[in-house]
């Protein structure tokens, strides 16, 4: 459910290039801005640097021997903390930025221009929604760090697995809970 929300936000802004877009974008003036934001969440929610990635997957093919019962090892767990924590002063900032935002749209006096940015102001405040949903989420896998129970399903209490965690890290269930609750 998620995903197809960040899918349907983010797709035509993915596709910048488009003639049609880039024309359509000139006559709503108001959606130019959003962009830089745009670019910024997608940034936070697609994922980390290649580096990191490459960094995690080392981690989860040669990291070491010892693991919890989670199947996660202390150094993974760490790994995993670090960039929860960037995605948290990442989402601190671009919910800040949005606030900037609206708090300059209740500033704008003249009614023509208010109204053609309404539409800019709505997608706005879907975004701070969601930038806070995603913080909430992060401070919840950040506890569960803190006392032993991250990596484990929160439905059927098995493992998550080091693949999933790589890919969300604030995840709750396994994939087959996941699967199981997206059924019903």
Request: net charge positive; hydrophobic share 35%.
């Amino acid at each position: 459910m998620q995903g197809v929300f960040y899918l349907f936000i983010f797709t035509p802004f993915m596709k910048w290039r488009s003639t049609r877009l880039r024309s359509w974008l000139r006559r709503i003036t108001g959606l130019k801005s959003l962009l830089p934001c745009m670019r910024r969440l997608l940034k936070l929610y697609c994922g980390i640097s290649m580096n990191e990635r490459n960094t995690m997957s080392n981690l989860q093919l040669s990291g070491p021997r010892v693991k919890s019962s989670n199947g996660l090892s202390r150094q993974q767990i760490v790994v995993l903390k670090t960039v929860l924590l960037r995605y948290r002063e990442i989402s601190l900032q671009a919910l800040q930025e949005t606030q900037d935002h609206l708090q300059a749209f209740l500033e704008i006096s003249d009614s023509e221009e208010r109204s053609l940015q309404r539409e800019e102001y709505r997608v706005d405040l879907t975004v701070q929604e969601h930038e806070k949903l995603q913080l909430q989420r992060i401070e919840q896998a950040l506890q569960r760090i803190r006392n032993g129970s991250y990596g484990y399903c929160a439905f059927s209490g098995e493992p998550i697995g080091m693949a999933r965690l790589m890919v969300q890290p604030t995840a709750t269930l396994s994939k087959d809970a996941q699967e199981t609750v997206e059924e019903s």
